[in-house]
């Protein structure tokens, strides 16, 4: 087991029941409080902990790292040490903050360098060089196909071989918090008259996880499932904004183009995949047997709950919608090795979406498309208004979180709200 993840520890700064954030998290973002620079932080309650200033005044030292590594605008250069590295960092950080080490707790200059989350700034965590999104759970895939094509044939032949994916556009990654406006378009609302230029009457909303790479293979080489988590880094919330009206008329032949790259949300902090080793678990069984490539061993796929809430302008928060990770159908092991097995590279930073996360049952929807079922079966919120898809003042809040009996381990959340059309 992983010292840093042992339940039994807890920390000497105070954590409120039900935070996302014990000492066994240890998630890394990055972060500006009044007047600083960008510094790359953890999170322990509600505390944000300086690392740059740690190694600065020579409180923390980790083999590997020194202070300019976390003077940062992104995780980048310290994600870049790799893997091992970044262990061996994230468990000094549970040595200094454990309840056990009664010098750092009295230590004012450790003190120093925790801030309050309410006193900081959020900043985009890892600067993204290329964004790929998978379409990973059966039942989203179903359900789309039911609407879309034909029910009797709902998965294309493809489906159950590969783990289908697209790349998506770095460029318009937003951090959670940040509003965004209504896209506008080509839509065609009357299948029998030509398109029209206009904003969107369906945007929409894909509930996703996503996970950021270290430093892949060189160009050629292929990444194999056995090796897949040693590259990865961490995970975050994933909101990919979605406008299923403009998507419905681009998509033929290439895919999603202007429907998908108006903005995509990620939550602030990445939760590494050594905090969230305790809820792995196994991926649904996979029918027809996969190609030599794809076949894996052991628990690939984690335990997180995830829910969505949407909350009217003026209104309260209404939970649309429970799922979980673990539905996945390909597992994201399976992922890196199809998106490298013909030698394609990837890079420290990229980010690779899981595809919208649905489960079995109407109310695990991972989107609006599937929850109202193409507009006819509208949701009502707490004010009474009814929803087939994002109105303008709509915000989504997307949450995420692993629990056991002793710890849990959580996402916080990412959210946005949709602005009318520029
Ligand atoms: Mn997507």
Not at 42 to 70: N, W, Y
Not at 102 to 109: G, Q
Not at 113 to 129: A, E, K, N, R, Y
Request: hydrophobic share 35%.
């Amino acid at each position: 087991m992983i010292a840093a993840n042992n339940p039994i520890l807890s920390s000497w700064i105070s954590v409120p029941e039900g935070s996302d954030f014990p000492i066994q998290n240890l998630p890394f973002g990055v972060f500006k409080s009044k007047g600083s620079e960008h510094r790359v932080g953890t999170r322990i309650g509600d505390m944000v902990i300086d690392i740059a200033q740690l190694f600065e005044t020579g409180q923390l030292s980790v083999d590997g790292f020194s202070t300019s590594d976390f003077q940062q605008e992104y995780l980048n250069p310290m994600m870049k040490k790799g893997k091992e590295a970044t262990r061996r960092l994230r468990q000094a950080l549970s040595d200094l903050f454990s309840s056990e080490n009664s010098v750092a707790s009295t230590t004012e200059s450790i003190h120093k360098t925790l801030f309050s989350v309410h006193d900081v700034d959020m900043c985009m965590p890892v600067q993204i060089g290329d964004y790929t999104d998978f379409y990973s759970s059966k039942e989203h895939a179903t359900n789309v196909g039911i609407m879309f094509r034909d029910p009797a044939n709902a998965l294309l032949p493809n489906w159950l071989w590969i783990p289908v994916g697209y790349h998506g556009r770095s460029s318009s990654v937003i951090i959670s918090g940040q509003d965004i406006h209504r896209p506008k378009g080509q839509i065609k609302p009357d299948d029998n008259e030509p398109p029209i230029y206009a904003a969107s009457r369906q945007v929409d909303f894909e509930l996703e996880m996503g996970f950021i790479t270290y430093d892949g293979k060189a160009l050629g080489d292929s990444i194999s499932t056995d090796e897949a988590e040693d590259y990865i880094f961490g995970m975050c919330l994933f909101n990919d904004w979605s406008a299923r009206d403009i998507q419905k008329w681009e998509y033929v032949p290439l895919g999603p183009f202007l429907a998908k790259n108006f903005a995509s949300s990620i939550s602030c902090w990445i939760v590494t995949m050594d905090a969230l080793q305790p809820f792995a678990v196994h991926t649904p069984e996979q029918d027809p047997a996969v190609l030599s490539y794809l076949k894996f061993e052991g628990k690939k796929s984690y335990d997180i709950h995830l829910q969505v809430g949407l909350t009217p302008e003026n209104s309260t928060e209404k939970i649309i919608c429970h799922s979980n990770f673990k539905y996945m159908y390909w597992n994201m092991s399976q992922q890196l090795a199809h998106h490298t097995v013909n030698g394609c590279n990837v890079r420290c930073g990229d980010l690779m979406g899981s595809g919208t996360i649905s489960g079995s049952t109407p109310d695990s929807f991972g989107s609006m498309l599937e929850l109202a079922w193409k507009g006819t079966k509208p949701l009502t919120m707490n004010d009474g208004t009814e929803r087939r898809f994002i109105q303008d003042g709509d915000t989504v809040t997307m949450r995420g979180y692993c629990q056991n009996e002793q710890v849990r381990i959580g996402f916080g959340e990412v959210k946005a709200k949709i602005l009318p059309a520029k």
